[in-house]
């Protein structure tokens, strides 16, 4: 493989880049001087700063309207190790992290109960808190005053020249900009992509919903800390009237304006807004009318941001994806979900009661939508739980994959006892589950969901991903090889790099089917899979989950309201009306029961 | 104690007023409204305008603010809002950033930095309750925010376009089949938090004696702790919390004058709580 001999070519721009301005401000060459590498020092902060509130909103959707505050923190923490103690400046930006983290993380603390907006309002919050009290305190960061951050040192070399301060600053640039990258392309990146679109489905993939939003908030802290310590460095002072909430706003115009998730567009983005207001003095105020002028008609017209443009200029996102509705069920019926199973996986199970319900009753409120309900699902058998809309199928089925905390009774994995465990837990301990609104992330490509898939499996640690050692590089390519053999199973090669979006639904569903298999779960639930397709392809899923079930041994608890596809499968069907089991016994029996009848249809008037 | 806490309330009513606005905006469409702050503070500028410069009466020219206010909400509405309806509800709060950058531009473009003084409609000295004496513009903000909060929650409880506009929050393809309009909805409800926003400021204005651009920006934000506190739902709430958010800052600032930024650590503090224990607010329901 030429990928061990290449050199990046993040390394490369890096160390050109960085290389350049001490060159050039030494040659003076196109009357590059101190003034111009001034400029260029506040554009490369202003995108070293973005990037880790793209990864906290764009990546992991939770929202910071206290940018500012992180920023400050590093400026100060920079200020009074390298200024008041006069330590390495390296070791200011250590500190920075850290403190940067710790503030994060208790930030983070808040967004394990709220989501989107309420977030919003806690993080502008502490902004505020921060700007008006904290940075404030004289004992602490010099009061009104401020407090000096002198220029970086290496030895007894001063980075004086702004030329020099600048390569140092796009080295730092270079290392963040590479973090952030191996960062999406590993477990962590997806964990907090499918975060962002559908907490539910990330848990159900085994991703820890909770660690991993305090990982985001974390890494955003330390990263944005680091930013704001060179931000400092290059101004030369902290001073609490440089981290106000207008600041914050900026950031968040500058993410979406970049357009979220695309580095290349936020750093762009960013790095003209830290330049431009140094040209454009000449305007005479016009600037603060023309520019939020802008970033409206950016965003009513172009909402995608610069990095949609990026994407449209390589012809990323133009590509014609074949997305043939009349095509479905040609294709559903010629691919074959048996998908190898990762080694080691379901053998230490056998012999065991993979799912057993004990009594579970789940109330919201007053409401009873669960009522005592127990069912046992053999091993090697499709069971199938149907019932009228309304029964409580769905809500049991939230009971046993951890989404919904029962009032009452146990939930039996396994022989053992799950009722208080955390989803992604039930999902490592083998609950596989799909949903009735497709459980993937929509706009990751469809290898990209398979890779989430199978999330638990990757053999890395998250701190691990951060730095792409040979490991991670291993466990990523063990997980895109079965990514491969899946796609080539289900004939789907040519949605390799597609966005799940744009497949159509039955198609969505295979893919959702294919990576709920891929973990290789104890008990796969299945809540409606036939669901928006046509009765032929609901024939052609039968037989393909027949073929699961009797090649790979495969226990499948089915919710399904197509009863053909029912009968077809299931050796067990449990009943279930008003949240309580009606009956249960061989398809043909129950539904020949008047008992079912009746609460399909209602009571016969007498 | 009690005159603290008896100013503190009257400057809790105008907060809760401009929480009242934000809380408009947020129940029919889940957006934080970072735009009011500047179009009330526009409308205030095109108010002074209007009586200092154009000798217009006083309750003229505040109308006159007012109704530029209530154009602007409808424009902004008409060019922003609509085309991005279906966008995530972040690009429009962004987009609420954006127009009020735009108009503070504008103000510091037309009418500069400096500080305006807004002429008072009053003589008199106010009311005098005990040893507290509450001058004429609180008074007046006092009474605007019980009429405004009565108004606009009989209007909610009692109107059908109250009660669509909430149910559009919850169900669009509901609210479509009963034949109302929504973008009549949506219109009304930035028109109608634009001018919640208008009246505030001009209030404010009013009470503070001098105002200049942006002015309105360090209300919003505890119009924003009061409405988290009132639930970020509940009409009756916000005056609450608004109230609640105007007594705290008034005993802190009396009696720990010396701690810069206590005030807003404390609100921060409170927020922090309120959405950890109770997300719903001192007085959103429960259900």
Not at chain 1, 284 to 311: C, D, N, S, Y
Not at chain 1, 573 to 593: F, I, K, Y
Not at chain 2, 126 to 131: A, I, M, R
Request: hydrophobic share 55%; proline share 4%; aromatic share 8%.
């Amino acid at each position: 493989m030429s990928a061990k001999t290449r050199v990046p070519v993040w390394l490369l721009a890096t160390v050109v880049c960085a290389a350049l301005p001490p060159i050039l401000g030494r040659a003076g060459v196109w009357g590059f001087d101190q003034y111009h590498a001034l400029i260029l020092c506040f554009g490369v902060t202003y995108a070293l700063a973005a990037l880790p509130l793209n990864l906290l909103i764009g990546y992991a959707g939770q929202i910071s309207l206290g940018h500012a505050a992180f920023l400050g923190i590093g400026a100060y923490s920079s200020g009074i190790i390298a200024g008041r103690l006069g330590l390495p400046f390296t070791l200011g930006l250590v500190v920075a992290a850290a403190v940067g983290a710790l503030a994060a993380l208790v930030i983070g603390l808040p967004a394990l109960r709220l989501r989107g907006l309420y977030l919003a309002l806690v993080t502008l919050g502490f902004g505020l808190a921060m700007a008006s009290m904290v940075f404030r305190l004289r004992s602490v960061t010099g009061g009104y005053a401020g407090q000096a951050v002198p220029r970086p040192q290496a030895g007894t070399f001063v980075f004086l020249r702004n030329a020099d301060l600048l390569a140092v600053i796009v080295v730092i640039f270079g290392l963040v900009w590479a973090l952030d990258r191996n960062l999406l392309r590993t477990k962590v990146g997806r964990g907090f992509l499918a975060l962002r679109e559908d907490e539910e489905v990330a848990a159900a993939f085994g991703v820890d919903v909770p660690l991993y939003k305090l990982y985001a908030f974390a890494l955003y802290g330390a990263l944005s800390a680091i930013a704001g310590s060179v931000f400092g460095h290059v101004v030369g002072f902290a001073q609490q009237e440089s981290f106000t909430f207008d600041l914050s706003l900026l950031f968040v115009v500058i993410v979406l304006i970049g357009g979220l998730r695309s580095r290349p567009g936020v750093a762009t983005a960013a790095f003209f807004f830290g330049v431009t207001p140094r040209f454009f003095t000449f305007l005479k105020g016009w600037e603060l009318i023309i520019a939020p002028a802008i970033v409206m008609f950016t965003l009513v017209r172009h909402p995608g941001g610069l990095g949609q443009t990026f994407g449209e200029l390589r012809g990323l996102r133009t590509r014609k994806v074949a997305t043939h509705e009349d095509d479905d069920e040609a294709e559903t019926s010629s691919a074959s979900l048996v998908l190898p199973r990762p080694a080691g996986e379901g053998v230490e199970r056998r012999g065991t009661t993979p799912l057993e319900v004990r009594d579970v009753t789940v109330r919201f409120g007053g409401l009873v939508t669960v009522d005592s309900a127990s069912l046992t699902v053999e091993a090697g058998q499709i069971t199938g739980l149907i019932g009228p809309n309304g029964a409580g199928k769905s809500t049991l089925f939230n009971a046993i994959s951890g989404f919904v905390r029962p009032t009452k009774g146990r939930v039996l994995l396994h022989g053992t006892d799950v009722t208080d465990a955390p989803p992604h837990r039930r999902a490592a301990l083998g609950i596989g589950r799909t949903f009735q609104n497709i459980g993937l992330v929509k706009d990751l490509t469809v290898t990209e969901n398979l890779l989430l898939a199978q999330h638990r499996l990757a053999g890395y640690g998250p701190l691990t991903a951060l730095v792409h050692l040979p490991a991670v590089g291993k466990g990523e390519r063990a997980l895109r090889d079965r990514a491969d053999e899946t796609l080539h199973a289900l004939h789907f090669e040519r949605f390799a790099t597609s966005e799940l979006r744009e497949l159509s639904h039955g198609q969505q569903r295979i893919v959702e089917l294919a990576a709920a298999l891929l973990t290789a779960p104890g008990v796969l639930l299945l809540d409606e899979p036939s669901a928006g397709m046509s009765p032929a392809a609901a024939e052609a899923l039968a037989e393909r989950l027949l073929q699961v079930r009797d090649e790979l041994g495969q226990t499948i608890l089915l919710i399904e309201h197509h009863l053909p596809l029912v009968l077809a499968t299931c050796s067990t069907v449990h009943v279930m009306d008003a949240g309580r089991m009606l009956t249960s016994g061989a398809p043909a029996d129950v539904t020949a029961d008047p008992s079912v009848v009746a609460a399909y249809l209602g009571e016969r008037v007498a | 104690m009690t005159d603290v806490v008896v100013a503190g309330i009257a400057a809790g009513a105008v907060y809760g007023l401009f929480a009242l606005g934000l809380v408009l905006v947020y129940k029919a469409t889940k957006i934080l409204n970072f735009a009011q702050a500047e179009i009330g503070s526009f409308a205030t500028f095109v108010a002074w305008g209007l009586i200092t410069s154009w000798k217009l009466p006083w309750l003229v020219g505040a109308a006159g603010g007012v109704l530029v206010a209530g154009a602007l909400g409808l424009a902004f509405e008409r060019l922003v809002v609509r085309p991005l309806i279906d966008a995530p509800r972040l690009t429009l709060v962004v987009a609420t950033i954006g127009m009020g950058l735009l108009l503070a531009g504008l103000e510091f473009k037309i009418w500069g930095a400096s500080p305006h003084i807004m002429p008072s409609p009053f003589r008199g000295s106010g009311l005098t309750l005990g040893s507290v004496t509450l001058p004429p513009a609180r008074l007046l903000a006092l009474a605007i925010t019980a009429v405004a909060a009565a108004a606009s929650a009989w209007f909610f409880r009692r109107t059908t376009f109250g009660l669509a506009i909430l149910a559009a929050a919850q169900d669009v393809v509901g609210v479509r089949l009963t034949g109302i309009r929504l973008r009549h909805l949506s219109a009304f409800t930035w028109l109608s938090s634009s001018v919640v926003g208008a009246i505030a400021g001009i209030v404010i204005a009013l009470s503070l004696g001098a105002f200049a651009p942006t002015f309105l920006n360090g209300i919003m934000l505890l119009g924003f702790a009061a409405a988290v506190l009132g639930g970020m739902t509940s009409l009756p709430g916000a005056l609450v919390g608004g109230i609640v958010v105007g007594v705290t800052q008034a005993v802190v600032s009396h009696y720990w004058i010396s701690v810069a930024g206590l005030v807003e650590t404390v609100m921060f503090a409170a927020i922090v709580a309120v959405l950890l224990f109770r997300p719903r607010g001192l007085m959103g329901r429960t259900a």
